[in-house]
């Protein structure tokens, strides 16, 4: 396991954007459910659904995976300077329960960067 940790720590399978960092975790995370980066920038511009991160001080953000079995993609991130750095990427199969809400305010925050 810590050879494939290294190989993506030397050549990311992906370029950086200027706007996002992104974690190990999340590009195994994507590698493994097969999803690509622009998906997740869109799912990150353009979400279903905003909640509050389980942790401090981070975002979740939801799309519908639009496959035949209704799944949800899920992106948690956390702003960083002018950066979003993606934390985590997951799939959820079936209707996640609602949680938490995002205040408007960081709301407001995020869609100037975007």
Do not use: C
Request: no cysteine; charged share 30%.
């Amino acid at each position: 396991m810590i050879g494939v940790k290294k190989r993506y720590l030397e050549k990311p399978f992906f370029p950086t954007a200027e706007k996002y960092l992104w974690t190990i975790h999340s590009r195994f995370k994507m590698k493994y459910y097969g999803i690509a980066e622009s998906r997740m920038k869109r799912i990150i511009r353009f979400p279903a659904r905003y909640e509050e991160g389980i942790v401090p001080n981070t975002v979740a953000v939801m799309q519908p995976a639009g496959t035949k079995k209704y799944s949800e993609i899920w992106a948690m991130y956390k702003l960083v300077g002018k950066k979003l750095k993606v934390i985590t990427v997951w799939r959820y199969p079936g209707v996640s329960p609602k949680r938490d809400p995002i205040p408007q305010e960081m709301l407001k925050e995020i869609r100037s960067l975007l």
